[in-house]
Nanobody, 122 residues
Framework: QLQASGGGLVQAGGSLRVSCAAS????????MGWFRQAPGKEREFVAA????????FYAHSVKGRFSISRDNAKNTVYLQMNSLKPEDTAVYYC?????????????????WGQGTLVTVSS
């Protein structure tokens, strides 16, 4: 089970960190990803990290502003979001892939958490 948390309301230009805690199994050998879905839009890839944490991969729209990291000892993955923009407003979902390598393809992920809402006001 994956549990996302940390969403909220933030002003444009601000920062927020969302977390995804895993329970019920160890995800330390899985690649982890963050996706988001804005109202009326399709789900889109945001960021992914390899099981070791040594490889990361970002969507062009967030590269340089967002940072994904993980703490395998805590079975938790994080998404640090800086310089937030109103267009970053969405429900953010975490996901786990047994493949171990980071990917932006949602169909490569085997486990999904419930989302956490991030709202960026202008």
């Amino acid at each position: 089970q994956l549990q996302a948390s940390g969403g909220g309301l933030v002003q444009a230009g601000g920062s927020l960190r969302v977390s995804c805690a895993a329970s019920g199994r160890t995800f330390s050998s899985y690649a982890m990803g963050w996706f988001r879905q804005a109202p009326g839009k399709e789900r889109e890839f945001v960021a992914a990290i390899s099981w070791t944490g040594g490889s990361t991969f970002y969507a062009h729209s967030v590269k340089g502003r967002f940072s994904i990291s993980r703490d395998n000892a805590k079975n938790t993955v994080y998404l640090q979001m800086n310089s937030l923009k109103p267009e970053d407003t969405a429900v953010y979902y975490c996901a786990a892939s047994t493949a171990g390598t980071p990917t932006g393809w949602g169909n490569r992920y085997d486990y999904w958490g419930q989302g956490t809402l991030v709202t960026v006001s202008s």
